[in-house]
């Protein structure tokens, strides 16, 4: 078992920057790749970004490439994603999630681990 916690949502104009943060615990955090999905209200839950599990490697979905950035500290246990140039499309709640698959998985039913999510707003 992993137990992902996020931390860092909130409240940010249009523009704005928010750095949230996922911390794990359990089995060996370095063996697995991470993602960070996004989940606003009435829609499925998207793919953001993901990293490989020694941190080298990393992916985005285009309508973030150049805006956010993933990253992750396997000596602390947790992975990263920060996010510059906030629209309000980006209002969601963020997850981070855990999978022994690649770093490009998409696809949520592929990650193993889930965290409880964590709200952003993003006003205009």
């Known amino acids: 078992q992993v137990q992902l916690v996020e931390s860092g949502g909130g409240l940010v104009q249009t523009g704005g920057s928010l750095r949230l943060s996922c911390a794990a615990s359990?089995?060996?955090?370095?063996?697995?790749?991470m993602g960070w999905f996004r989940q606003a209200p009435g829609k499925e839950r998207d793919f953001v970004a993901a990293i490989g599990s020694r941190g080298g490697i990393t992916y985005y979905t285009d309508p973030v490439k150049g805006r956010f950035t993933i990253s992750r500290d396997n000596a602390k246990d947790t992975v990263y994603l920060e996010m510059n140039s906030l629209k309000p499309e980006g209002t969601a709640v963020y997850y981070c999630a855990a999978t022994s698959g690649g770093y490009q998985e998409t696809r949520p039913y592929k990650y193993d681990y889930w965290g409880q999510g964590t709200q952003v707003t993003v006003s205009s």
């Open positions: 359990g089995r060996t955090f370095s063996s697995y790749a």
